[in-house]
């Protein structure tokens, strides 16, 4: 499986963007599908995924939305009411991981190249 992520850019506080991650190859329905992100000097951090249900990390909840359309292998992410500390590099992911591990992205064995996302004050 390929991952390619686009939608990044700059965005003021408050604002909104979206991000897609396509992927090419086999059996994407099979996969489970996850945002990672990673701020300078932090480490890489789960956002949300997908896979039956959502899931989705405390300080995304409530303002990001993860989807995923099948037929066209292609996994979304809403990113509403943007906040400066969400500035990061977002990486999509994909992996047949179980559900109890699904946020770890050690378990991941699939990446996108990442994609810069910028929220100013």
């Known amino acids: 499986v390929q991952l390619q992520a686009s939608g990044g850019g700059l965005v003021q506080a408050g604002g909104s963007l979206r991000l897609s991650c396509t992927a090419s190859?086999?059996?994407?329905?099979?996969?489970?599908v996850a945002w990672f992100r990673q701020a300078p000097g932090k480490e890489r951090e789960f956002v949300a995924a997908?896979?039956?249900?959502?899931y989705y990390a405390d300080s995304v909840k409530g303002r990001f939305t993860i989807s995923r359309d099948n037929a066209k292998k292609t996994v979304y992410l809403q990113m509403n009411n943007l906040k400066p500390e969400d500035t990061a590099v977002y990486y999509c992911?994909?992996?047949?991981?179980?559900?109890?591990?699904?946020?770890?992205?050690?378990?991941?064995?699939?990446w996108g190249q990442g994609t810069q996302v910028t929220v100013s004050s």
């Open positions: 992911a994909a992996s047949m991981v179980i559900l109890s591990a699904i946020r770890r992205s050690d378990m991941y064995n699939y």
């Open positions: 997908h896979k039956q249900y959502t």
């Open positions: 190859g086999h059996a994407f329905v099979n996969y489970a």
